[in-house]
């Protein structure tokens, strides 16, 4: 694992709201370990598109930095786009609602890292089974090692990308609205609304009556996480 810091190149480098920059890349690690959907900006024919994607994360992985690994249709375009291309690739975590005194002071409390690189395509069948592994756990921790190996034709139908963690950032803004002094004097309630995610229990599906939810799902869905 990398102990490179983060923003190592000058277009990672954080430059408006320099003091919400976190330059720790363990930090990077676990806002990776902790999200679910990933946006992908990547060029395509004559205009940019910027797409949500599960993924996955070996912060071990063969690439410099580490790997996040993204996965798709062979006939995505935006996946053919993106092998040999640099792609942006950003994750961001919603902590709270910063309600300020003023509109102009109304901001978010959040964690965003972004990931600037090459994809290159996964064609190793060993690195592809586990890096569609890790895009399963995820999800749901422990899950792949429950389900059946991927088909000939699943296999041929899903291509897969890895991006190195190498050139990133991390901006994090947590705690109370910043208001100008006369705001604050004026009298008017400020504060923050906490966001958190929230998952139910489980409902099985029409065609699995009968069988027990499995424990990988059930801790799931009770918030747990290996560390």
């Known amino acids: 694992m990398t ?19 976190v330059e720790e890349r363990a ?5 990776l370990a902790e999200a679910l959907v990933a946006h992908v900006g990547v060029v395509v024919g004559d205009h940019a598109v910027v797409l949500p994607s599960a ?12 790997t996040l690994y993204l996965h798709g249709s062979v006939a995505a375009r935006w996946l ?3 092998v040999g291309a640099t792609v942006c ?11 300020a005194r003023s509109g102009f002071h109304h ?3 959040y964690r965003s890292g972004v990931v600037i690189g090459v994809a ?33 034709k699943e296999l041929a139908a899903t291509a897969v990308l890895a991006v190195p963690l190498v050139e990133a950032s991390l901006k994090v803004r947590s705690g109370d609205p910043v208001d100008d002094e006369a705001d604050v004097e004026g009298g008017l309630w400020a504060g923050v609304v906490p966001v958190r995610r929230v998952l139910d229990a489980p409902l099985t599906a029409a065609d699995a009556g009968g069988v027990p939810v499995p424990p990988d ?3 799931r869905a009770a918030g747990e996480r290996p560390q």
Request: proline share 10%; net charge negative; charged share 25%.
């Open 3 to 21: 102990t490179l810091p983060l923003q190592p190149t000058p277009r990672t480098t954080v430059v408006r709201g320099r003091h919400r920059a």
């Open 27 to 31: 930090a990077l690690h676990a806002l």
């Open 55 to 66: 993924f996955g994360v070996d912060p071990d992985g063969p690439d410099e930095g580490g």
């Open 80 to 82: 053919t786009a993106a």
């Open 89 to 99: 690739v950003t994750v961001t975590e919603l902590d709270g609602l910063v309600a």
């Open 107 to 109: 901001s978010m409390n």
């Open 120 to 152: 290159r395509e996964v064609l190793d069948p060993d690195e592809r089974a586990r890096a569609l592994d890790l895009v399963v756990d995820q999800m749901v921790p422990g899950r792949s090692a429950t389900l059946r190996p991927p088909t000939r």
């Open 217 to 219: 799902v059930r801790a």
